[in-house]
Nanobody
């Protein structure tokens, strides 16, 4: 599976962005998917995850109520809608496909495939 994230950019605090992650291959629906982020000088951290059919989602506490993860298996794409953005949300965001049978993928070790990151910058 190859993953390509897009949609990052510069936004003012309080604004919104939607990230997309397009996957290659015909087995996209076999993978639980997730988003992680890495801020400058910090370790990569879990942000959100969605189950194989999209029927279950899971969020890190710091994004609950602000971010929404979704997927469209017909389009092999997972999304991250980010609202009420804060300067501390500034980071490179990575989409990830979880190891087979794993949900949610909380840590790097539970990820099978990574996409290249997309930079989100939130200015105050």
């Amino acid at each position: 599976v190859q993953l390509q994230a897009s949609g990052g950019g510069l936004v003012l605090a309080g604004g919104s962005l939607r990230l997309s992650c397009a996957a290659s291959g015909r087995t996209f629906s076999s993978y639980a998917m997730g988003w992680f982020r890495q801020a400058p000088g910090k370790e990569r951290e879990f942000v959100a995850a969605i189950s194989w059919t999209g029927g279950s989602t899971y969020y890190a506490d710091f994004v609950k109520g602000r971010f929404t993860i979704s997927r469209d298996n017909a389009k092999n794409t997972v999304y991250l809608q980010m609202n009420s953005l804060k300067p501390e949300d500034t980071a490179v965001y990575y989409c990830a496909a979880a190891r087979y049978g794993t949900y949610p993928p909380y840590s790097d070790s539970e990820v099978a495939y990574w996409g290249k990151g997309t930079l989100v910058t939130v200015s105050s």
